[in-house]
């Protein structure tokens, strides 16, 4: 599995995804979940000083990135 082209330093795991199923057309994850997950991760590693503390769903999220983690074995295992 490769891209032509680097991968980018980026938050963003939609658009990690979209570029992963370029190298992989077997891949698909949930758009809401991956932007979820971004969210959260973004707004717990970068708290706003300016903003109340964001609500963060963390066995919603906690679940969100085991499923994520799982298709992601699943793909890895299924690559030779």
């Known amino acids: 599995m490769r891209l032509q082209s680097p991968v980018p330093k980026t ?3 939609k658009e ?3 570029l992963l199923q370029q190298a992989d057309t077997g891949w698909s ?7 979820r997950l971004s969210l959260a ?3 717990f590693r970068y708290p706003d000083p300016n903003e ?8 919603l999220i906690q679940s969100i990135a085991a ?3 799982g298709l992601l074995l699943v793909r890895l295992e299924a690559r030779p």
């Open 52 to 59: 109340p503390e964001p609500d963060i769903d963390l066995p």
């Open 29 to 35: 994850a949930a758009s809401i979940d991956l932007n």
């Open 16 to 18: 990690l995804s979209d």
């Open 67 to 69: 499923d994520l983690r």
């Open 11 to 13: 938050h963003n795991l």
């Open 41 to 43: 991760a973004v707004d």
